[in-house]
T-cell receptor
Framework: DAGITQSPRHKVTETGTPVTLRCHQT?????MYWYRQDPGHGLRLIHY???????DKGEVSDGYSVSRSKTEDFLLTLESATSSQTSVYFC???????????FGNGTRLTVT | DAKTTQPPSMDCAEGRAANLPCNHS???????VYWYRQIHSQGPQYIIH???NNETNEMASLIITEDRKSSTLILPHATLRDTAVYYC????????????FGKGTKLSVKP
C-alpha cells in the first residue's frame, strides 16, 4: 500500500542486542509513523516524523529511538532489545494533514 | 480526540449489507471520522473518512448522523474477504497528531 516496504519481515533476536527496523516509502509522503501491535492493546504509536530530521514521541516510546535522514526512510531502533518488545511493528505514512494513513505489512519481531 | 465506542463483534451473511455502528458523542466540529480495517496479520487498510456529509467510495459508504454523534460504515455486499477487524477513529488532522486505534469491531462474514 502506498509503496511502503518494511524490512525485515521477520526477525528473531536475543535480549540485549540492538535491532533496527526499516520503513521505506516511494510516495514522497511527509509524515511517517511507527506503531506496535500486541494482543489486548491494539495499535499503539511509538514515534512519528513530520519531516526529515523532525521526529516526536508517541505513547509507548520508551526503549525506542528513530531517525529520518531522508524523506523515504524511517528507521526504528531498539538499542537493547527486551522480551517486552516482542511484537508486530507497523510503519505508516500519510501525505498531508487530514489525509488517511497507509500502512506497511509489518515486521514480526521476537526477542528471546 | 473524541472517544469512540464500537461493538466488539458482529456477524453478517455473505452477500448481505454489513452495517457497522460507531458512537462518538463527544466529537467536536473539526474532527473527522475515519474507518480502517485489518485483515488477520496484515497492516490496517484505510476504507473511508468524512467530516459531516455522507461519503461513498468503491469500498463502502459512510453515514454520519446530523448531530455527528454517531456514524455507520456500510459494506453493501459483504464477502468472506471482508472478514476483519474494523476500526472507527475520530481525529483532528494535524502534523503532530496521530490516529489512536481502539479495539474495533470484529466482523465475521459467514457463507
Amino acid at each position: 500500500d502506498a509503496g511502503i516496504t518494511q524490512s525485515p519481515r521477520h526477525k528473531v533476536t536475543e535480549t540485549g542486542t540492538p535491532v533496527t527496523l526499516r520503513c521505506h516509502q516511494t510516495e514522497n509522503h511527509r509524515y511517517m509513523y511507527w506503531y506496535r501491535q500486541d494482543p489486548g492493546h491494539g495499535l499503539r504509536l511509538i514515534h512519528y516524523s513530520y519531516g526529515v530530521k523532525d521526529t516526536d514521541k508517541g505513547e509507548v516510546s520508551d526503549g525506542y529511538s528513530v531517525s529520518r535522514s531522508k524523506t523515504e526512510d524511517f528507521l526504528l531502533t531498539l538499542e537493547s532489545a527486551t522480551s517486552s518488545q516482542t511484537s508486530v511493528y507497523f510503519c505508516a505514512t500519510r501525505d498531508s494533514e487530514g489525509s488517511p494513513l497507509h500502512f506497511g505489512n509489518g515486521t514480526r519481531l521476537t526477542v528471546t | 480526540d473524541a472517544k469512540t465506542t464500537q461493538p466488539p463483534s458482529m456477524d453478517c451473511a455473505e452477500g448481505r449489507a454489513a452495517n457497522l455502528p460507531c458512537n462518538h458523542s463527544t466529537i467536536s466540529g473539526n474532527e473527522y471520522v475515519y474507518w480502517y480495517r485489518q485483515i488477520h496479520s496484515q497492516g490496517p487498510q484505510y476504507i473511508i473518512h468524512g467530516l459531516k456529509n455522507n461519503e461513498t467510495n468503491e469500498m463502502a459508504s459512510l453515514i454520519i448522523t446530523e448531530d455527528r454523534k454517531s456514524s455507520t460504515l456500510i459494506l453493501p455486499h459483504a464477502t468472506l474477504r471482508d472478514t476483519a477487524v474494523y476500526y472507527c477513529i475520530v481525529r483532528v488532522g494535524g502534523s503532530q497528531g496521530n490516529l489512536i486505534f481502539g479495539k474495533g469491531t470484529k466482523l465475521s462474514v459467514k457463507p
